[in-house]
């Protein structure tokens, strides 16, 4: 059974940092390009960032230089460290999970709330 399980999401002051964590089972983690989108009610789900299987690293403009994306194989997990926070962050953060060879897969995670708000 697949499942991607998001944590670490919470409220948080404007310039604070959170650390979100996403440990995937199911699948063979390695071999999956993984990625962390976000969205408000007001908004389409957006890529925040991306990590491939050989750990290239790629961010939306609006968050690059605060955010860090990585990737724990040995413990099927990654990690988005946000820093110096601001109120348009938040948003519900949720991982993905692609997959282009030999077949196609996505998998998505049941997200988690960040709010930054004073």
């Known amino acids: 059974q697949v499942q991607l399980v998001e944590s670490g999401g919470g409220l948080v002051q404007p310039g604070g940092s959170l650390r979100l964590s996403c440990v995937a089972s199911g699948f063979t983690f390695s071999s999956y390009v993984m990625s962390w989108y976000r969205q408000t009610p007001e908004k389409e789900r957006e890529l925040v960032a991306t990590?491939?299987?050989?750990?290239?690293?790629n961010y939306a403009d609006s968050v690059k230089g605060r955010f860090t994306i990585s990737r724990d194989n040995a413990k099927n997990t990654i990690y988005l460290q946000m820093n110096s926070l601001k109120p348009e962050d938040t948003a519900v953060y949720y991982c993905?999970?692609?997959?282009?060879?030999?077949?196609?897969?996505?998998?998505w995670g049941q997200g988690t709330q960040v709010t930054v708000s004073s």
């Open positions: 993905k999970a692609v997959r282009r060879t030999f077949g196609t897969y996505d998998y």
């Open positions: 990590i491939t299987t050989a750990g290239v690293k």
